[in-house]
């Protein structure tokens, strides 16, 4: 798909997002939503019409993406791995094995694979403190991690 036509579906499906939602009470975060999940994150050409139709400066929504840390300005992997960084994950070694992950896999925070299989992600708290450290792959949560578990999770993204 050339960069005009992407554009235009973006355009397109965005319009149609905004259209769901104009009757709603602060539409912005579930316009902002549905657009991530059409898209698997929400393109600069979303955010300019969003501001448009909702008659909010690109400021304005621009911080509302940058407040909200899972919302997404580029694509992702296919799968996504997030790795708890909170205080009581770190306690228990969690820095230690971030660290072997990212240069295990050649990555830095928010980077994906050349294959574009994985993306890796630090989060702040999974709520599984008494289980640290953790990590989450896409929906899937993960305890008491070392580092043979988190070969296996990252194994279960074909890494």
């Known amino acids: 798909m050339d960069l005009n036509t992407e554009r235009e579906a973006v355009s397109a499906g ?22 991530q999940v059409e898209f698997g994150y929400v393109p600069e050409t979303a955010l300019r019409l969003v501001a448009e ?8 929504v621009h911080g509302v993406m940058s407040f909200y840390h899972d919302f997404r300005r580029e ?22 094995l971030a660290d072997g992950l990212r ?18 992600e630090p989060v702040y708290c999974l709520g599984l403190c008494s289980c ?5 792959l896409d929906d899937a949560l993960y305890g008491r991690l070392d580092e043979a578990t988190l070969k296996d999770v990252v194994a279960e993204a074909g890494q």
């Open 103 to 120: 240069a295990a896999l050649g990555l830095d925070w928010h980077e994906t694979t050349a294959d574009g299989r994985l993306t890796l």
């Open 132 to 136: 640290a450290p953790a990590a989450m």
């Open 53 to 60: 139709k909702l008659n909010l400066s690109r400021a304005e």
């Open 75 to 96: 694509p992702v992997g296919h799968h996504v791995l997030k790795i708890c960084r909170a205080e009581a994950c770190q306690s228990m070694g969690g820095e230690a």
């Open 14 to 35: 965005t319009a149609a997002i905004i259209e769901d939602h104009l009757q709603r009470e602060a539409p912005l975060l579930p316009i902002l939503h549905d657009i």
